[in-house]
């Protein structure tokens, strides 16, 4: 059982920066990839991005790359997503996911463990 509770969300004006945090209980969180989704309302959640179990492998989906990044550090349990350039596009509750498998997922479906989401609200 993984347990896992994301930080770090807020309101932005655009072009501003944002940093969330995720933090996993348990022993096995390096046995994890683990990923950040978003959802708005009225629309389905999305994959944001995905780190692998040791940080060696990243993906993004292509509206973020080169402005998030994705990161962790398995001896503090807790993985990173720093948010440059936000733009009012990117406003979503933003979710942290642990998936039982070391290797990156991209669907909602290859995830175990969810947060309970953090709002990021960003102005034009």
């Known amino acids: 059982q993984v347990q896992l509770v994301e930080s770090g969300g807020g309101l932005v004006q655009a072009g501003g920066s944002l940093r969330l945090s995720c933090a996993a209980s348990?022993?096995?969180?390096?046995?994890?990839?683990m990923g950040w989704f978003r959802q708005t309302p009225g629309k389905e959640r999305e994959f944001v991005a995905v780190?692998?179990?040791?940080?060696?492998?990243?993906d993004y989906v292509d509206s973020v790359k080169g402005r998030f990044t994705i990161s962790r550090d398995n001896a503090k349990n807790t993985v990173t997503l720093q948010m440059n350039s936000l733009k009012p596009e990117d406003t979503a509750v933003y979710y942290c996911?642990?998936?039982?498998?070391?290797?990156?997922?991209?669907?909602?479906?290859?995830?175990?463990?969810w947060g309970q989401g953090t709002q990021v609200t960003v102005s034009s």
């Open positions: 996911a642990a998936r039982g498998s070391r290797w990156p997922g991209w669907r909602l479906d290859e995830y175990d463990y």
């Open positions: 348990g022993r096995t969180f390096s046995s994890y990839a």
């Open positions: 780190i692998s179990w040791n940080g060696g492998r990243t």
